[in-house]
């Protein structure tokens, strides 16, 4: 079945130790959209990708950066991790143009010790 | 800039009808999506409305209209599985290829 995959599902890492979150997908969608989400709260827009143009949130910390090296491929990386990144990481993807439809991966839990 | 307010929680037996409303301020309307999303699981798209009226699939319907700047969630015939949280967003034309969403409305479905 067409997905959307991330990995790890739960990431430990240790304050100020980079971290790297992946996501993959075979639906062929041309943007991708990474999320932070907190506990009983909305999913928060980090940044997003048409194709390999990058659009970042002007509230995203600098702290967060993001790859994709293909259409295939999206990478969340957190340089320092502080206490308050501690939350669920969500990767969507929507086709050109029908963004009110996005499909979402299950996720990452990440926590910060 | 965009604002979206929905309940933040409404409780319901099962085999109940609950109305989950959404009110939205935004420039460049374009439509609104609804999401459900389980404890621990990812947003899954429910419906999206660009026009007025009411879109019905199985026991949901969602609703717009667009000179209230208003919409509503509709679930009817309540299970157990329904409790989740529901969200809408908001589809811009200033934002492009993103959506706005709303703070989400937890719907504890009871016995």
């Known amino acids: 079945d067409a997905m959307v995959i991330q990995n790890p599902r739960y990431q430990v890492t240790q304050f100020g130790k980079p971290v790297t979150l992946s996501c993959s997908q075979t639906?062929?969608?041309?943007?991708m959209y990474w999320y932070q989400q907190k506990s009983s709260q909305a999913p928060k827009l980090l940044f997003h990708y048409y194709d390999k143009d990058f659009n970042n949130e002007a509230d995203t910390p600098d702290n967060f950066q993001s790859r994709r090296p293909n259409t295939s491929f999206c990478f969340l990386d957190i340089r320092s991790p502080g206490l308050g990144d501690a939350a669920m990481y969500l990767c969507?993807?929507?086709?050109?143009?029908?963004?009110?439809?996005?499909?979402f991966g299950p996720g990452t839990r990440l926590t910060v010790t | 800039g965009q604002s979206l307010e929905q309940p933040s929680e409404v409780t319901a037996v099962e085999g109940a009808i609950v109305q989950i409303n959404c009110t939205y301020q935004?420039?460049?309307?374009?439509?609104l999506s609804w999401y459900q999303q389980h404890d621990g699981g990812a947003p899954t798209f429910l419906s999206y409305n660009a026009l007025d009226g009411l879109e019905e699939t199985g026991r949901f319907s969602s609703f717009l209209s667009r000179s209230d700047s208003y919409g509503y969630l509709l679930l009817q015939e309540l299970q157990m599985k329904d409790s989740a949280s529901y969200f809408c967003a908001v589809r811009d034309q200033a934002a492009g290829n993103k959506l706005t969403f709303g703070g989400g409305t937890r719907v504890l479905v009871k016995p």
């Open positions: 935004t420039s460049g309307f374009y439509g």
């Open positions: 969507a993807t929507s086709k050109t143009g029908e963004n009110y439809e996005q499909y």
């Open positions: 639906l062929n969608h041309n943007v």
